[in-house]
C-alpha cells in the first residue's frame, strides 16, 4: 500500500507538496471516488487513481531535464494570460514533465524539469537543503551592513528568512551584481529580500541547483542530464534514480 500523495509523485503529477494541495483540492479520484484526505493509503496494482478525470500511471521512463530559462517565460503549466512558457522550449520531450519550483516571469537561468516527483520533492522541501545560487542586478553600491542583513535573516510578510550566503561579485557602473545563495524556495524570495535592503532587483539569474551549474547551457537551450550529474544536483546525500 502507499500513501495518495507519493503514489501520485511517483507518477509525475507534481511534486509530494503539489499532489497535497491537488487531492485537498478535490480534483483526485480514487477508484471513481473523489479522495480529499491526505492519508488515504492506495494499492497501486488494483486502485485506479484519476488526476483531473485522467486515470494515471507510474511513467517507466524518468527524465531530468535542465532548461536555462529566458527571461519573460513562464513556468507553470497554465497562463490565462496566454504567455510563452517554458514548456514551449522542449522540443524533443515525449514525457510528461513538469517543472520543479518556479522562476518568475522576469527571472532567468536554470530550470528542472522531470516526471519524477520524488525528486521533486527532495529539491523543493528546505529540511534537505539543497542550495540554489543566484545573481542579482541591483542599483547603487550595497554596503557590508546590508550584506550582513541578507546572510543574517530578512524579515519578510512571511517570516524571516533563512540564513543566506551573500557576496558582491562586481560592480556595472551605479549597479552592483551580488551573488546570493539558499535554500528555501518562497515565492519571489530573492527580489523581496534586496527590496527590503532598499535595493531592487533589475535583473535576476539562477546560477546553480545543488551542485549543478549549467555553463555551456544558452538562455533557451536544456539538456537531459545524467545520474552522475543529478547527483551533483543533490549533494553529498546522493540519490538512487528509480527504475
Ligand atoms: N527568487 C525570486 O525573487 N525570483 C525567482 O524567480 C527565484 C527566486
Known amino acids: 500500500m502507499e500513501r495518495l500523495q507519493k503514489y501520485m509523485a511517483q507518477c509525475g503529477v507534481g511534486s509530494r507538496r503539489k499532489c497535497e494541495e491537488y487531492i485537498e483540492a478535490g480534483s483526485v479520484k480514487v477508484n471513481g471516488e473523489v479522495v480529499r484526505e491526505l492519508g488515504t493509503k492506495i494499492d497501486p496494482e488494483t486502485d485506479i487513481v484519476e488526476y483531473q478525470g485522467r486515470v494515471i500511471k507510474q511513467e517507466e521512463n524518468k527524465v531530468y531535464i535542465l532548461l536555462n530559462k529566458p527571461p519573460k517565460y513562464i513556468t ?4 490565462e494570460m496566454d504567455r510563452p512558457k517554458v514548456m514551449d522550449l522542449l522540443t524533443d520531450v ?3 514533465v513538469f517543472p520543479v519550483g518556479r522562476l518568475d516571469w522576469g527571472t532567468e537561468g536554470l530550470l528542472l524539469l522531470t516526471n519524477d ?4 520533492h527532495i529539491l523543493t522541501h ?8 543566484y545573481h542579482a542586478l541591483v542599483p547603487g553600491k550595497v554596503d557590508d551592513h546590508q ?9 519578510l510578510d512571511d517570516g524571516i528568512t533563512h540564513p543566506a550566503k551573500v557576496k558582491r561579485l562586481k560592480t ?7 551573488a546570493i545563495s539558499i535554500h528555501e524556495g518562497r515565492n519571489r ?10 535595493h531592487p532587483v533589475i535583473q535576476l539569474k539562477r546560477v546553480r541547483l545543488g551542485g549543478l551549474t549549467g555553463d555551456k547551457l544558452k538562455v533557451g537551450e536544456y539538456k537531459f542530464l545524467t545520474e552522475e550529474e543529478i547527483n551533483l544536483l543533490l549533494g553529498k546525500g546522493g540519490y538512487k534514480k528509480e527504475k
Not at 147 to 155: D, K, P, V
Open 76 to 79: 507553470t503549466v497554465q497562463d
Open 94 to 96: 515525449q514525457e510528461r
Open 117 to 120: 516527483g520524488e525528486l521533486a
Open 126 to 133: 528546505p529540511s534537505f537543503k539543497v542550495e540554489k545560487e
Open 147 to 155: 550584506l550582513e542583513q541578507l546572510r543574517t535573516g530578512i524579515m
Open 172 to 178: 556595472e557602473g551605479k549597479k552592483t551584481w551580488l
Open 189 to 198: 524570495q530573492v527580489r523581496r529580500m534586496c527590496a527590503a535592503i532598499g
